[in-house]
């Protein structure tokens, strides 16, 4: 069986961390593959957050996608996105009903075709609004 290299790992025990007006890079590297972001998000803010290709390496044909999980690994339900505004990169805009961490998993659409199910993003987060 074949082995992967991987930049950051699929789940909560990631090294990954995504901080607000920062960027995060990173590759999706095989069939399958996600790499979690840990983020810190409080209440009383929107957040934006924008996944799209990169031309590191030899590929610039990620058809990105990502969703937010809760900090215990459930996925918030309609907190993902595939495909923003006519592109194939993403973005969401997302309000947390409570303060802490949560995770964001960089992932490609897998109804795509093959040759766009691997390559290289970037993350970016930022706050549209906040509460006074």
């Excluded at 995770?103 to 659409?109: D, G, K």
């Amino acid at each position: 069986m074949p082995t992967f290299a991987d930049d950051y790992s699929g789940d909560a025990n990631t090294a990954g961390i995504l901080t607000i007006n920062n960027y995060q890079y990173g590759v999706i590297d095989y069939l399958g593959d996600a790499d979690w972001f840990k983020i810190y998000l409080k209440t009383g803010t929107t957040y934006q957050f924008d996944q799209f290709q990169t031309p590191i390496g030899e590929s610039y044909h990620l058809d990105s996608f990502f969703r937010l999980l809760y900090a215990d690994a459930t996925p918030i339900p309609y907190a993902f996105n595939d495909d923003s505004g006519g592109s194939r990169n993403a973005q969401l805009q997302f309000s947390p009903t409570a303060t802490g961490y949560y995770y964001l998993s960089a992932e490609a659409n897998y109804y795509t075709y093959l040759g766009e199910l691997t390559g290289s993003y970037g993350l970016f987060a930022k706050e549209i609004n906040h509460d006074p």
